[in-house]
């Protein structure tokens, strides 16, 4: 099960998950501060209203006198116009002495319960006729002849301002804060970036090192970051060692291999010749024919596994090709002079190429080897090397076998894959394979086809010149 996929895809990115972390704690505190805002701002606004309502009753009861005994009282202007300051509500007053109004609305309510003192305050909410009216009453004692008389004098706005100042408020608010959040949201994204270029620079200094370079990595990085360094330079310290346990082990198997087999294939052969029974020689035949078979699949097979280990640290060496196909071509001699075919060499040098001289020595030797074994008794193999532009030298191998039969031509070069023409000839399939591998590895390629008057093979090898 592949996890990441699992995941929803604005989580799969250690970027995305820390931009949408930090954008929720904006976010949070976006909201924390509108609700901050709002709520100071409408008590505020509240308070204020409250302040000139005080004011204004406060100027009403100072107004208040006494003549011969009858409580007077000239309402100043200045005591109504401080209320517009809050807004165009409508504004309602009362002033009563001992429960009798003296002007104002009658039907405006004084608070309940008695009256302690002279001065006080009492600032209340209530409804009146259909309205929300903030209420503030002041107590003023005054002498009427020689008795004291309480008067409350008691002052009232509607809220609709008060409202409308704190909704005002409200909404700045939500847009500032709206504002904070997508600026938030942007820097928190680069921050993210910020703190995540330690990660990429990791990452780009491990893909730009080559399939063989396993050194351990020496970079300055996080904290956070050590644990992951320390694990992968342990990998590729056990990786190295398992590489290089494996390549001993081809080796070592490539010699322990093909000795034993050649020493039964000689021990047969000379059986061969001693024994006089036909069965018998039948049965040594087979005894070599299987030897050789397995000789060459051996062979092969660690021919492949050395071309899959190098190609991944390929070396870059000048190799001239000219001097290579004369140095393969001598060592496949003695075996074509087995069935007097001879192998022509047409190869002027120097043609040089830059790559693994032991991989492209294999190349050529299977192809080789390949025309070797499918061509018939006393005929000749061409080897050719031409430029074929200012960019690419190629190496013909033409012989006059069977050739490459026309509906496996394309797959010849998988693995394992061999022509329907064979017949009972030895082979495992591997030779083209490993030859096609190693041009790719070199950045050339490999063409085979049919020479146009019908006889035998032909395979060129194309490598980019040095």
């Known amino acids: 099960m592949n996890t990441a996929k699992s995941l929803p895809f604005w989580w799969r990115s250690i970027g995305q998950r820390l931009t949408i972390l930090l954008a929720g704690v904006a976010a949070v505190l976006a909201v924390l501060s509108w609700w901050t805002v709002t709520t100071f701002a409408r008590e505020a606004a509240e308070q204020t209203q409250d302040n000139v309502l005080v004011a204004s009753a406060t100027t009403i009861a100072e107004a208040l006198r006494s003549e011969q005994g009858t409580i007077l009282l ?79 004098v008691t002052v009232a706005q509607t809220r609709t301002g008060v409202d409308a100042i704190g909704s005002e408020l409200s909404q700045t608010a939500a847009g500032l804060s709206v504002a904070l959040f997508v600026l938030a949201v942007g820097l928190g994204a680069v921050a993210a970036s910020n703190a995540l270029k330690p990660l990429n620079s990791f990452a780009q200094a491990v893909s730009r090192r080559g399939p063989a370079d396993l050194r351990p990595l020496r970079r300055q990085v996080p904290a956070e970051l050590s644990p992951l360094l320390i694990a992968l330079n342990r990998l590729m310290e056990r990786l190295g060692h398992s590489i290089r346990r494996s390549e001993e082990f081809i080796a070592e198997a490539a010699h322990r291999v093909r000795t034993p087999l050649a020493t039964v294939r000689v021990q047969a052969e000379l059986a061969l010749h001693t024994v006089e029974k ?82 492209l020595e294999s190349a050529l030797r299977n192809v080789l080897d390949n025309s070797v074994k499918y061509s018939p008794a006393e005929t000749d193999i061409n080897v050719t090397l031409d430029r074929m532009d200012d960019k690419f030298w190629r190496l013909t191998i033409r012989d006059h076998g069977r050739g490459f039969s026309a509906p496996s031509l394309p797959d010849l070069t998988a693995r394992f894959q061999r022509g329907t023409n064979v017949d009972q000839i030895v082979g495992s399939g591997l030779g083209l394979t490993i030859a096609k591998e190693v041009l790719d590895a070199h950045g050339g390629r490999i063409t085979l086809t049919n020479p146009d008057d019908g006889a035998g093979a032909c395979v060129s090898l194309i490598l980019p010149a040095a």
């Open 278 to 359: 036909d069965e018998e020689k039948q049965m040594l035949r087979r005894i070599i024919r299987a030897v050789d078979e397995s000789s060459r699949s051996a062979s092969q097979l660690l021919d492949h596994a050395t071309v899959s280990f190098r190609a991944d640290a390929l070396a870059q060496d000048h190799v001239d090709l000219a001097e290579l196909a004369a140095r393969v071509s001598d060592g496949l001699a003695p075996t074509a002079d087995m069935k007097d075919i001879a192998i022509n060499l047409n190869c002027k040098g120097p043609a040089d190429v830059r790559g693994d001289a032991i991989l």
């Open 74 to 152: 000239e309402l100043p202007y200045s005591a109504f116009a401080m209320l517009d300051a809050i807004g165009q509500d409508r504004v309602f007053y009362r002033v009563s002495a001992e429960g009798v109004t003296l002007t104002g609305y009658d039907d405006l309510a004084e608070p309940a319960g008695p009256v302690r003192r002279s001065g006080a305050v009492t600032v209340r909410t209530i409804n009146y006729r259909g309205d929300p009216v903030r209420a503030v009453t002041v107590q003023r004692t005054v002498l009427a002849g020689q008795q004291p008389v309480p008067v409350l």
